[in-house]
């Protein structure tokens, strides 16, 4: 893995260095910083605003109780694609203008769903015992849409009034307590 960032990390920059010369060549150096320069302004927008509505999903879906997946799936994507954004260059310009556009998030997003599922259905977790269940499977789902009550209320707030729930206190008791309580 270490030989794959590596490699990334020469070849991007010299990728990068030989496309701003053939561009330079073409339309000449103060057009080629201008152009630069456009696209980190342009994508800085489609940042904020992309990033802005992925935020007020993500908090819709936490105020419903469900686990902002897709959201944060997002959050990742976008703040790749700033960064990609913000370095000079149009290689790393186009693979972060790439993340902005939410059909090819969504297509990352599905295919690393399924290699991820694939890959626990294949581990040494299945073969322990532990199930590939989501969130959704575990009660944590969006109540109005699973029939159930989270026992989290709005905002995730613990609901007072299920009657299901038992307060109580413990102590711990080792076995020389257990003589001197008696």
């Known amino acids: 893995m270490g ?9 991007i ?3 990068e260095i030989a496309v701003l010369i ?10 080629t910083i201008g152009l630069i320069i456009l696209t980190a302004v342009i994508g800085t927008g ?13 908090q819709k ?3 419903q109780g469900a686990v902002p997946a897709r ?9 790749a694609a700033g960064a990609l954004l913000l370095t000079p260059g149009f290689v790393t310009d186009s693979i972060g203008f790439a993340l902005l556009i939410p059909p090819v998030r969504e297509l990352m997003r599905n295919t690393l769903g399924k290699r991820i599922s694939h890959g626990l259905q294949n581990s040494k977790f299945q073969s322990q015992g532990f199930q590939n269940q989501n969130f959704r499977d575990q009660g944590f789902s ?5 029939g159930g009550q989270s026992p989290f209320g709005k905002a995730g ?18 076995e020389s307590d257990k003589d001197r309580l008696n």
């Not at 940042?47 to 509505?53: D, E, F, K, M, T």
């Open 142 to 146: 969006n109540p109005q849409q699973s």
């Open 46 to 58: 489609m940042l904020r605003h992309q990033g802005i509505a992925t935020l007020t999903n993500a």
């Open 22 to 31: 053939q561009v330079g060549d073409q339309i000449g150096l103060w057009s």
């Open 157 to 174: 707030s613990w609901n007072k009034n299920d009657d299901t729930v038992i307060d109580g206190d413990y102590q711990d008791v080792t």
């Open 71 to 79: 959201e944060l799936f997002d959050g990742l994507c976008l703040l």
């Open 13 to 15: 920059p010299l990728l």
């Open 3 to 11: 030989i794959v960032f590596l490699i990334l990390f020469i070849g």
């Open 61 to 63: 879906q936490l105020n």
